[in-house]
């Protein structure tokens, strides 16, 4: 019975968001209003504490929105002053193949932008590129939500997996674990099955261009293009998982993506593994479906001939310094998370427990991206109304993921953060002791302790999925992990199961859900302009989602299998 009421929020969020179409920025702040009710009727939490929770949780959000402005003001910033055009023309020239086209641009090229940006700029940028070399705008959709699923672990400056460890962190600590070596395992073990689902999902990304779109309507015109496919995804995944397990995950996507975008270009060019007919989109008028067209105009990239090294040179800053601030060698870090650049907020509302600690220096959204775009103003010669244009859109575009992070994180700390006596040994006589958690009677562990119930050992199968359904109502794997990490751990812990892996499952999860989440379908369907195809996009992309979820989650259930846990001092 408690399992039900705790799980009452959530359970309105979905119903909220799916079924009455709300947005995050709406449905979760009425969702953490219900999370209050319960935590003082129920769980007897005082109104003051509920309070101090909730100020907590606003708190630690805008670490997570300060990564997502600095991303998103560099990209505005990089449209605006004309380098994203720059950038564009790379690909115009490269080949005809549009499925080769598809892998270079849809999944690549977007790779790292959604290092480099993400919250929905990957498809939002690459799907006008597809468009202008061709392609049916709602295949350049189709393929590039399908696409934007791989890079999104560890996402746009490593935000996804940095959330969903932080929101463990406490938990890794009352058990022994040290959070630091906690975010780093978690990005190795996050990337490593989800590279090895990216081999098929490059492969199944063509297949559904030539299966769904192409004038034979079969999969055998996506055959030539597997060599390349495979080449794609090889080289991608040395500097993925390289990059991983040595550097942390801020620039794992990054530089990975990019890195292989100018070996895969060159080798393009060079004709290597390249299939000997070229497939196109010429002459669809004859076979094509009216509705894969635009149905209004769509705005292109302001070109003012920038050079592509001008073009580039902002991120290849930003690389420069999340390279010097981010490997140890350098010694830079301990400089960067000092006492001096430490904004400390202790005993919220009188309880010394609640505080709030923010290394300012060391959020990537500060430094290096805040201060690059601002750098970049200048480099670029831009006008005050371009910058102002940039810093407007990027407000803009920030204000709903801030109102959905906000109520959400607050939300999570009140479920981790609850306590009762009475309703623990409730909990207790239902079988689970309990004695590994740091919060035996919280509102999430209550629920933990029902899915533990329920699944046990077989857990790590459904675990992809909770990360699946957090993303597809969020619109958002920052905000899925925000909600379903804690539970992902507490579950973990109950079932004896590696937490790093099962969280792994939740962060890879939240990124195919990407593939299907209302807000990044809007989103494409607005800039490429085919308003009206949301539901024909969520059905041609399910069943790729659930292909990767059954993937990663076969890998790891192969891992546990093996004996493989990468902090059995969290299991005693």
């Known amino acids: ?40 009727f129920v769980w007897k939490m005082g109104i003051l504490e509920i309070s101090a929770q909730t100020i907590a949780g606003f708190l630690s959000a805008l670490e997570t929105l300060s990564i997502i402005f600095g991303a998103i003001l560099l990209m ?67 393929v590039c939500l399908i696409y934007n699923s791989t890079p999104v672990v560890p996402g746009p400056v490593g935000v996804p997996t940095l959330t969903a460890s932080s929101t463990v962190a406490s938990a890794v600590e009352h058990l022994g674990g040290d959070p630091e070596t906690f975010t780093a395992l978690l990005t190795k073990w996050s990337c490593i099955p ?76 060079k004709g290597f593994l390249m299939p000997k007919d070229t497939w196109t989109f010429d002459g669809m008028e004859s076979w094509g479906d009216p509705s894969w067209m635009s149905t209004q105009q769509v705005a292109n990239a302001k070109d003012k001939g920038m050079s592509p090294f001008k073009a580039w040179l902002p991120y290849v800053i930003i690389g420069i310094i999340l390279v010097l601030s981010r490997v140890d060698v350098f010694g830079l870090k301990p400089i960067l998370t000092s006492e001096p650049f430490i904004l400390h907020v202790r005993n919220i509302l009188g309880f010394e427990n609640i505080n709030w600690n923010f290394k300012y220096l060391w959020n990537p959204g500060i430094m290096p991206f805040m201060l690059i775009a601002i750098v970049t103003i200048f480099l670029h010669r831009m006008t005050k109304s371009e910058a102002a244009a940039a810093v407007k859109d990027s407000f803009k575009q920030v204000s709903g993921a801030a109102i959905a992070l906000l109520f959400g994180v607050a939300m999570v700390n009140l479920y981790r953060f609850t306590s009762n006596a009475e309703i623990g040994k409730a909990i207790a006589a239902a079988g689970f002791e309990g004695e590994f958690t740091f919060s035996n009677s919280s509102m999430l562990y209550t629920m933990a302790t029902a899915l533990a119930n329920i699944f046990k050992g077989a857990y790590f199968i459904i675990a992809p999925i909770i990360g699946v359904l957090g993303a597809f109502m969020s619109g958002s794997c920052t905000v899925s992990n925000t909600l379903f990490s804690s539970l992902q751990f507490e579950t973990a812990t ?61 890998v790891v259930g192969i891992f546990i299998a093996l004996g493989i846990n990468p902090m059995p001092e969290l299991l005693h």
């Open 1 to 40: 019975m408690y399992a039900m009421i705790a799980a009452l929020p959530i359970i309105l969020t979905i119903v909220f968001m799916v079924g009455f179409n709300w947005p995050a920025k709406r449905a979760l702040p009425v969702s953490w209003a219900v999370a209050c009710v319960i935590a003082g």
């Open 76 to 142: 505005n910033v990089l449209k605006q002053s004309g380098a994203m055009a720059s950038i564009n023309r790379i690909f115009s020239n490269i080949t005809r193949d549009a499925r080769i086209q598809a892998v270079l641009v849809g999944y690549v090229f977007a790779g790292f932008i959604e290092g480099a940006a993400g919250f929905g700029t990957p498809a939002a940028l690459a799907a006008p590129i597809l468009i202008s070399l061709g392609f049916p705008p709602l295949a350049a959709a189709a």
């Open 194 to 269: 989800h590279m090895i689902g990216g081999f098929f999902i490059i492969i199944i990304g063509v297949c559904v261009l030539t299966k769904v779109f192409g004038k034979n309507k079969s999969f055998k015109d996506a055959l030539p293009a597997i060599p390349f496919c495979l080449f794609s995804g090889a080289v991608i995944a040395v500097f993925y998982i390289t990059m991983a397990i040595f550097t942390g995950p801020e620039l794992t996507s990054m530089v990975a993506f990019l890195a292989s975008l100018a070996i895969l270009v060159f080798s393009a060019k």
């Open 494 to 554: 109950l079932v004896a199961l590696p937490q790093v892996l099962i969280v792994a499952l939740q962060n890879m999860g939240g990124a195919i859900g990407n593939m299907i989440c209302v807000n990044n379908i809007v989103s494409v369907c607005a800039t490429t302009g085919t308003n009206g195809n949301e539901g024909k996009l969520i059905r041609t992309n399910i069943l790729p989602a659930l292909i990767y979820c059954v993937i990663v989650a076969a």
